[in-house]
Protein backbone atom coordinates (compact mmCIF):
# COMPACT_ATOMS: atom_id res chain seq x y z
CA UNK A 1 0.00 0.00 0.00
CA UNK A 2 1.26 3.40 -0.86
CA UNK A 3 1.58 5.38 2.33
CA UNK A 4 2.58 9.20 2.97
CA UNK A 5 4.48 10.76 6.05
CA UNK A 6 4.20 14.58 6.99
CA UNK A 7 7.12 16.21 9.25
CA UNK A 8 5.25 19.37 10.06
CA UNK A 9 7.16 22.01 10.48
CA UNK A 10 6.31 25.83 11.17
CA UNK A 11 7.73 27.04 7.61
CA UNK A 12 8.37 23.71 5.54
CA UNK A 13 6.76 20.37 5.94
CA UNK A 14 8.34 17.77 4.31
CA UNK A 15 6.35 14.55 2.68
CA UNK A 16 7.54 11.32 1.79
CA UNK A 17 5.71 8.19 0.30
CA UNK A 18 6.61 4.70 0.10
CA UNK A 19 6.20 2.12 -3.03
CA UNK A 20 2.87 0.01 -3.01
CA UNK A 21 5.17 -2.80 -1.82
CA UNK A 22 6.33 -0.82 1.60
CA UNK A 23 9.57 -1.66 0.68
CA UNK A 24 11.16 1.81 -0.08
CA UNK A 25 10.44 5.40 1.51
CA UNK A 26 11.64 8.10 -0.51
CA UNK A 27 11.65 12.32 -0.52
CA UNK A 28 8.89 14.16 -2.33
CA UNK A 29 8.83 17.46 -1.55
CA UNK A 30 8.31 20.40 1.08
CA UNK A 31 5.82 22.51 1.31
CA UNK A 32 5.99 25.91 2.33
CA UNK A 33 2.56 26.95 4.08
CA UNK A 34 3.14 28.57 7.42
CA UNK A 35 -1.06 28.63 7.95
CA UNK A 36 -2.37 25.01 9.26
CA UNK A 37 -5.76 25.40 7.24
CA UNK A 38 -4.39 25.84 3.96
CA UNK A 39 -1.32 23.23 4.92
CA UNK A 40 -3.76 20.48 5.25
CA UNK A 41 -5.47 21.10 2.32
CA UNK A 42 -2.35 21.19 0.41
CA UNK A 43 -1.10 17.81 2.65
CA UNK A 44 -4.80 16.20 1.25
CA UNK A 45 -4.02 17.71 -2.38
CA UNK A 46 -0.42 15.76 -2.08
CA UNK A 47 -2.06 12.47 -0.95
CA UNK A 48 -4.42 12.26 -4.09
CA UNK A 49 -1.92 13.35 -6.55
CA UNK A 50 0.34 10.57 -5.01
CA UNK A 51 -2.50 7.93 -4.85
CA UNK A 52 -1.81 7.05 -1.30
CA UNK A 53 -3.77 5.00 0.85
CA UNK A 54 -2.87 6.21 3.85
CA UNK A 55 -1.26 9.20 5.55
CA UNK A 56 0.98 9.28 8.35
CA UNK A 57 1.63 12.16 10.77
CA UNK A 58 4.72 12.87 12.73
CA UNK A 59 3.91 13.98 16.08
CA UNK A 60 6.66 14.79 18.47
CA UNK A 61 6.42 13.22 21.88
CA UNK A 62 8.65 14.46 24.77
CA UNK A 63 11.36 12.49 25.30
CA UNK A 64 9.65 11.86 29.22
CA UNK A 65 6.33 10.84 26.98
CA UNK A 66 4.36 14.28 27.42
CA UNK A 67 3.11 16.22 24.52
CA UNK A 68 3.94 19.87 23.87
CA UNK A 69 2.82 22.31 21.83
CA UNK A 70 4.10 20.20 18.64
CA UNK A 71 2.47 17.37 19.50
CA UNK A 72 -0.52 19.10 19.92
CA UNK A 73 -0.33 20.84 16.38
CA UNK A 74 0.26 17.33 14.85
CA UNK A 75 -2.67 16.45 16.32
CA UNK A 76 -4.93 19.08 15.08
CA UNK A 77 -3.37 18.55 12.13
CA UNK A 78 -4.48 14.75 11.39
CA UNK A 79 -7.91 15.66 12.70
CA UNK A 80 -8.35 18.50 10.15
CA UNK A 81 -6.71 15.85 7.30
CA UNK A 82 -9.30 13.00 8.85
CA UNK A 83 -12.01 15.53 7.87
CA UNK A 84 -10.57 16.06 4.25
CA UNK A 85 -9.60 12.69 2.82
CA UNK A 86 -11.26 9.01 2.96
CA UNK A 87 -8.36 7.26 3.81
CA UNK A 88 -6.82 6.45 6.75
CA UNK A 89 -4.84 8.88 8.92
CA UNK A 90 -2.23 8.06 12.04
CA UNK A 91 0.06 9.40 13.98
CA UNK A 92 3.23 8.59 14.60
CA UNK A 93 5.91 9.09 17.14
CA UNK A 94 8.55 11.28 15.57
CA UNK A 95 11.12 11.65 18.40
CA UNK A 96 14.12 12.60 17.01
CA UNK A 97 14.01 12.20 13.57
CA UNK A 98 15.35 15.68 12.55
CA UNK A 99 18.54 14.79 14.87
CA UNK A 100 18.68 11.42 12.59
CA UNK A 101 17.97 13.93 9.04
CA UNK A 102 20.84 16.30 10.65
CA UNK A 103 23.13 13.62 11.03
CA UNK A 104 22.39 11.96 7.77
CA UNK A 105 23.23 15.05 6.24
CA UNK A 106 26.49 16.21 7.62
CA UNK A 107 27.66 12.47 6.95
CA UNK A 108 26.54 13.19 3.29
CA UNK A 109 28.15 16.69 3.38
CA UNK A 110 24.89 18.60 2.38
CA UNK A 111 25.09 21.94 3.82
CA UNK A 112 24.04 25.47 3.51
CA UNK A 113 20.64 26.28 1.62
CA UNK A 114 20.60 23.27 -0.19
CA UNK A 115 20.17 21.68 3.71
CA UNK A 116 17.51 23.62 4.62
CA UNK A 117 15.54 22.89 1.80
CA UNK A 118 15.76 18.86 2.22
CA UNK A 119 15.95 18.54 5.94
CA UNK A 120 12.75 17.87 6.15
CA UNK A 121 11.63 16.02 3.40
CA UNK A 122 14.25 13.81 4.98
CA UNK A 123 12.57 13.99 8.33
CA UNK A 124 9.71 12.50 6.43
CA UNK A 125 11.71 9.57 4.96
CA UNK A 126 12.79 8.51 8.12
CA UNK A 127 9.30 8.97 9.80
CA UNK A 128 7.95 6.72 7.17
CA UNK A 129 10.94 4.49 7.46
CA UNK A 130 9.99 4.03 11.02
CA UNK A 131 6.48 3.53 10.87
CA UNK A 132 7.43 1.02 7.93
CA UNK A 133 8.95 -0.88 9.91
CA UNK A 134 6.90 -1.37 12.68
CA UNK A 135 4.52 -2.61 10.07
CA UNK A 136 6.62 -5.38 8.97
CA UNK A 137 7.60 -6.20 12.50
CA UNK A 138 3.35 -6.57 13.33
CA UNK A 139 2.60 -8.24 10.59
CA UNK A 140 5.66 -11.01 11.64
CA UNK A 141 4.42 -11.28 14.53
CA UNK A 142 0.99 -11.97 13.56
CA UNK A 143 2.11 -14.74 11.57
CA UNK A 144 4.07 -16.49 14.53
Not at 16 to 41: F, I, Q, T, Y
Not at 92 to 104: G, H, I, K, L, S
Not at 111 to 119: L, M, P, Y
Amino acid sequence: MKIMAVDLGDARTGLAVCDRLEMMASPVGVLHEPVLNKLVVQIANAALEYDVKMLVVGCPINMDGTKGERAQKSEEAAAKLRRLVDIPVELWDERNTTVQATTYLNASDVRGKKRKDIIDEVAATIILESYLQYRKNTRQEEKA
